[in-house]
């Protein structure tokens, strides 16, 4: 049962990670902008919050250093792309190009670094309570926010006057401009906002869930959050849910690595990419239901006045 726990604590830890990348790129497409670049957002934020990390001892400062580099990216990206009308997948790819070998680059120097001790983490009164103290309740700050993120981005999508604004320029940006809204300027604020959750996502990757920084080392993981908006058909309550779908995913090796499960190391490595592949193979079957959840404008370039 306490390794059991440990699995779930472990799950909810990978999760974060995705769940966060993948609310950012929700923000994205929700306005009609698909960004392939996450990849390289999250190596770059998780180099700058990393490196951040280790000379102000701040994890806080590290997730904000994150963060800003993933926003500066993404508004880069976006200007490419809204204003400039640049193909949005080639602009995105190259995002990502650019994101990995820069961050390999700048974190020569920070390879044998470390970051200090940190202390446990608990919630006072329920981190005692048997096994689900140790599944729940001592797990960092950030993953309680993502809970909290989660819920209060479906308010603002669903709920709220700016959010439904949003969702109508990611429909039909044409309608939206012609009942006076800035399409542009709604378009990029959503692209920064998203890359500035990409970024915290690299950040907390190489603050604490490593913690280190190693070349490349979001591993693929900027891919699977941007399979897992279509995966959750683009609400953020089944992004959070498949984040601890793919986490759960990604811990089971170690845990049956653990239990003495003769499996070779390498299929175990590559179940959380499977997992991608065979949901997104199950989700395509149905075109009918994806058009009818898919925001009608993704991908498509908006010229105002055309």
């Known amino acids: 049962m306490e390794s059991f726990a440990l699995l779930i604590a472990a799950t909810l830890n990978a999760g974060t990670v995705l769940a966060i990348a993948g609310l950012g790129l929700l923000i994205n497409e929700r306005a009609g902008i698909v960004n392939l670049g996450a990849e390289g957002m999250m190596l770059v934020a998780a180099i700058a919050g990393f490196a951040t990390a280790v000379h102000t001892g701040s994890d806080w400062l590290g ?3 994150g963060a800003l580099a993933g926003a500066l990216l993404a508004a880069a990206f976006g200007v490419l792309v809204i204003w400039l009308n640049t193909n949005q ?16 680059f700048a974190g020569i120097n920070y ?37 909290a993120l989660a819920i209060a981005l479906a308010w603002f999508l669903y709920r709220s006057r700016a959010g439904l604004v949003l969702r109508a320029v990611g429909e039909s940006p044409e309608s939206a401009h012609a009942l006076g809204y800035p399409v542009r300027r709604i378009r990029l604020a959503a692209v920064v906002a998203g890359g500035a959750l990409c970024g915290v996502a690299g950040a907390y ?16 993981k900027g891919w699977i959050a941007l399979a897992l908006t279509t995966f959750a058909t683009w609400r953020p309550a089944r992004v959070l849910l498949g984040a601890y779908l793919f986490g759960g995913v990604t811990m089971l090796q170690f845990y049956l690595q653990g239990r003495g499960v003769e499996i070779p190391s390498q299929f175990l490595s590559m179940l959380p990419y499977l997992a991608t ?12 239901w994806i058009r009818a959840n898919m925001p009608a404008s993704l991908g498509k370039p908006f010229f105002p006045g055309s």
């Open 63 to 65: 997730f904000g250093a």
């Open 277 to 288: 592949i065979v949901v997104l193979v199950a989700i395509s079957r149905n075109a009918t």
């Open 111 to 147: 390879t044998q670094q470390k970051l200090s001790e940190r202390g446990e983490f608990r919630i006072p009164g329920l981190a005692d309570i048997p096994f689900v103290g140790p599944a729940l309740f001592r797990e960092h700050p950030m993953v309680y926010l993502t809970i």
């Open 205 to 220: 990757l190489s603050v604490i869930y490593t913690p280190l920084w190693v070349e490349g080392m979001v591993a693929g």
């Open 89 to 104: 997948y080639a602009s995105g790819l190259a995002l990502s190009l650019f994101g990995a070998g820069f961050s390999a």
